[in-house]
């Protein structure tokens, strides 16, 4: 089994900054892609971003010069900074790992808001 601990999400003002962090414990072996997908009410789960092992990353078109993923292969620990926050970047993020399955994390609120 293996668990995914998430931090720092909150609240911060349109153009603010956060960091989120994904932290990996249990029966790893090898992590292939970290990554979060987030959710807005009424909205469907959306990818974010992700980095693979090697640290070729992806990003939504609607993150893209804003975000930045970056992982600690020794600590199995991911970690998303969010600059220049939109109101429409409010959401649950959700982390996740692909071992030889998906693990989830529980999800951390950001709220953009004046």
């Known amino acids: 089994q293996v668990q995914l601990v998430e931090a720092g999400g909150g609240l911060v003002q349109p153009g603010g900054s956060l960091r989120l962090s994904c932290a990996a414990s249990?029966?790893?072996?090898?992590?292939?892609?970290m990554g979060w997908y987030r959710q807005a009410p009424g909205k469907e789960r959306e990818l974010v971003a992700r980095?693979?092992?090697?640290?070729?990353?992806n990003y939504a078109d609607s993150v893209k010069g804003r975000f930045t993923i970056s992982r600690d292969n020794g600590a199995n620990t991911a970690y998303l900074q969010m600059f220049s926050l939109k109101p429409e970047d409010t959401a649950v993020y959700y982390c996740?790992?692909?071992?030889?399955?998906?693990?989830w994390g529980q999800g951390t609120q950001v709220t953009v808001s004046s």
């Open positions: 996740y790992v692909a071992t030889s399955r998906l693990y």
């Open positions: 249990g029966s790893i072996f090898s992590i292939n892609v």
């Open positions: 980095i693979g092992s090697s640290g070729v990353t």
